[in-house]
T-cell receptor, first 113, second 113 residues
């Protein structure tokens, strides 16, 4: 089974802090994604990556950056956390050769106070 | 462009009732279609998929048929259980999407005993 692991289930941070959300997958998938999920808004894509050191902006990249130094790890960075970044963050990975079925981690619920 | 429209929730049913969650899509060519499920407090997981017209995906008693003539992929289950309470997402993948899935907004289902 594919396993996507997010480093934290719950995080509480202060406004202005730099926040790192980590995601690791164990199936050698080339594609990795970061979403945020908010009530009534569904899943919104923040950033994705299709190879090491490659990244592409999704629909809502403002206020976020990402890092992919190794194939299995994809990090989401909030440079200066704000209260409107309080949300559920979901990481996913996929392989292009399998119709891009995405496999998700359990999510990180981030609260910015 | 590509898009997915799901019926709005929440949907509330009694145990053993019949379930239908509507999903329609807009896409060029021949997309692959997916239903994902998110149980409370968890990430999303693939429930079923269909990769070409008239395919029927099925899993855990759920079914959905890829109808190209009506551009639909409705999710059905003959007899729901309390454990089916979750949020259900319809999604599509098209070759021109640059590895991304296009998501519906999700439909919340609550099943009462």
């Amino acid at each position: 089974d594919v396993k996507v692991t997010q480093s934290s289930r719950y995080l509480v941070k202060r406004t202005g802090e730099k926040v790192f959300l980590e995601c690791v997958q164990d199936m050698d998938h080339e594609n990795m994604f970061w979403y945020r999920q908010d009530p009534g808004l569904g899943l919104r894509l923040i950033y994705f990556s299709y190879d090491v050191k490659m990244k592409e902006k999704g629909d809502i990249p403002e206020g976020y950056s990402v890092s992919r130094e190794k194939k299995e790890r994809f990090s989401l960075i909030l440079e200066s956390a704000s209260t409107n970044q309080t949300s559920m963050y979901l990481c996913a990975s996929s392989m292009t050769s399998t119709k891009n079925i995405q496999y998700f981690g359990a999510g990180t619920r981030l609260s910015v106070l | 462009g590509n898009s997915v429209t799901q019926m709005e929730g929440p949907v509330t049913l009694s145990e053993e009732a019949f379930l239908t969650i509507n999903c329609t899509y807009t896409a060029t060519g021949y997309p692959s279609l997916f239903w994902y499920v998110q149980y409370p407090g968890e990430g999303l997981q693939l429930l079923l998929k269909a990769t070409k017209a008239d395919d029927k995906g099925s899993n855990k008693g759920f079914e959905a048929t890829y109808r190209k003539e009506t551009t639909s992929f409705h999710l059905e289950k003959g007899s729901v259980q309390v454990s089916d309470s979750a949020v259900y997402f319809c999604a599509l993948y098209n070759a021109g999407n640059n590895r991304k899935l296009i998501w519906g907004l999700g439909t919340s289902l609550a099943v009462n005993p």
